[in-house]
């Protein structure tokens, strides 16, 4: 009984303190909305046999603060030059517990996106543009490598999945002034707010639990998206800007990366906080294939406060990251510029201080529990 109990309360806290899978950077670096195939929420994949958990996660961001490097400009915002992003996304996932340590997951992920911008029309005007829809759905399995009832105090996972190239990766709107005589013309949006990026992708993950003291554990985990596709096939008319930047007249199809850590402390039955540290973006070159085509890389370091509410099968997640340091690197063909002319090159992107995420999911608990019913009334509020 007294095991039960700690185990009991062991997966309460593992359950709230990873409440949302793993968020995109923030800004128009080419991260745009993804995470990993199985999910990095370990409340999501803490199942037994039969016990499906449905839900959604919500994410918004606004990216605007322009940074070459690691330097920001300013200048860009005081001006009124600054690209502006904002981008509202929803996870919508079901897992499936197939054994105590095996699990399956599927995420149907929607976006809405808009970008407000000088440079794309004419430089002379601020307009928007607009995209919308399904994203890329991803699918995959996991696998707790230790006995979860046997190893209360700590526990990895790994996990595969597959990323579908279901979003459209060629979604366009009208661009003012940039047609024949300053006429309007219909163009690929930018490749930060395509809702895909017409890849077949694969990912890696891991994610572990260590508990340090009484009610208080650490956490981490990450995952890593290969996308063996080199471009899409989609214009980005960044060749008519500058005739430097004819390399990248074609979008990229570019991995993406993430890996989080940090502590989540149960200040009751039903409300935890954590505290931890996120690492993500766009790699300058990717794991497997070729690197041509236009691709923004980039990374963001943010500290990632969160709390958590969970009664019975239900619960209910906010996390918000904000941003403390911001790197725009060099891409390929700022590295290829600067050999060929011999003065420095460092393309820009624009990075959002904070993101906010909601998350909102339930369980369907299968009925041959091995938990006694009455156990768990001990834990209700």
């Known amino acids: 009984m007294k095991k039960t109990k ?6 309460c806290i593992i359950a709230s303190f990873l409440g949302l899978h793993s968020a995109k950077a923030q800004g128009c670096v080419a991260i ?3 995470s990993s195939c199985v999910g990095n929420t370990l409340e999501n994949n803490l199942l037994g046999p039969g016990d499906i958990q449905i839900g959604t996660n919500y994410r918004y961001f606004k990216s605007f603060r322009h940074f070459r490097g ?3 400009e300013p200048d860009r915002v005081a001006n009124g030059s600054e690209v502006i992003n904002h981008s509202h996304s929803w996870d919508f996932f079901l897992t499936y517990g197939i054994t105590d340590r095996f699990y399956t997951s599927i995420t149907i992920p929607t976006v809405i996106n808009t970008r407000s911008s000088l440079y794309e029309h004419g430089r002379d005007e601020r307009n928007i543009t607009f995209s919308r829809g399904l994203a890329d759905i991803r699918v995959g399995v996991g696998y707790w490598l230790l006995d979860l009832e046997k190893n209360q105090n700590g526990n990895i996972a790994v996990g595969l999945g597959f990323k579908l190239p279901t979003g459209n990766y060629n979604a366009s709107d009208i661009f003012y002034n940039v047609g024949p005589e300053g006429s309007p013309q219909v163009r690929p949006v930018d490749q930060s707010i395509q809702p895909g ?3 077949f992708g694969v990912t890696v993950d891991f994610q572990f639990y260590q508990k340090i003291a009484e ?12 996308n063996p596709r080199e471009t899409n096939g989609t214009r980005t008319f960044r060749e008519t800007l500058s005739p430097i930047l004819q390399n990248e007249a074609i979008m990229a199809v570019p991995d993406q990366f993430s890996v989080r850590a940090g502590a989540s402390l149960m200040l009751s039955n039903t409300i935890s906080t954590s505290l931890g540290a996120r690492y993500e973006g766009v790699p300058v070159k990717d794991l497997i294939g070729g690197n041509e085509g236009f691709r923004r890389p980039g990374n963001v370091v943010s500290i990632d406060p969160g709390i958590a509410f969970m009664k019975d099968n239900f619960s209910l997640n906010v996390n918000v990251p904000f941003a403390v340091r911001r790197e725009r690197p060099q891409s390929v063909t700022d590295k290829q510029t600067e050999e060929l002319t011999g003065n420095p090159r460092n393309g820009d992107a624009a990075f959002a201080d904070y993101l906010i995420n909601v998350g909102v ?16 009334n001990e834990f209700k509020s």
């Open 6 to 11: 700690t185990l009991i309360i062991t997966l």
């Open 32 to 34: 745009r909305h993804f």
């Open 70 to 72: 690691t330097e920001e």
């Open 197 to 199: 990026d017409g890849g």
């Open 215 to 226: 009610k208080l554990f650490a956490y981490g985990g990450g995952f890593y998206l290969i």
């Open 361 to 376: 999911s339930y369980r369907f608990s299968n009925k041959k529990v091995k938990v006694d019913p009455e156990l768990m």
